[in-house]
């Protein structure tokens, strides 16, 4: 089960896109402080109701040697 909607995850993307830091859904309103706070919820909602899951990239540099 969800902790999201998908009604919120609707709001909030159209927020993000207009450039709009209130969002409104279901009756309530909520105010955030930065693009980077609403982004960050964005990441958080998107693999809860989409079941996105967000992996690390890692780069592994291996350097070897003859020994000659």
Do not use: W
């Not at 402080?33 to 609403?38: A, G, K």
Request: charged share 20%; hydrophobic share 45%.
């Amino acid at each position: 089960m969800s902790n999201y909607t998908e009604a919120q995850l609707i709001a909030l993307r159209q927020a993000i896109a207009t450039g709009a830091m209130t969002v409104e859904y279901e009756g309530r309103r909520i105010t955030y402080r930065s693009l980077n706070d609403m982004l960050s919820l964005l990441r958080i909602m998107e693999a809860d109701v989409l079941g996105i899951q967000h992996r690390r990239v890692v780069n592994l540099n291996v350097a070897y040697s003859k020994g000659l």
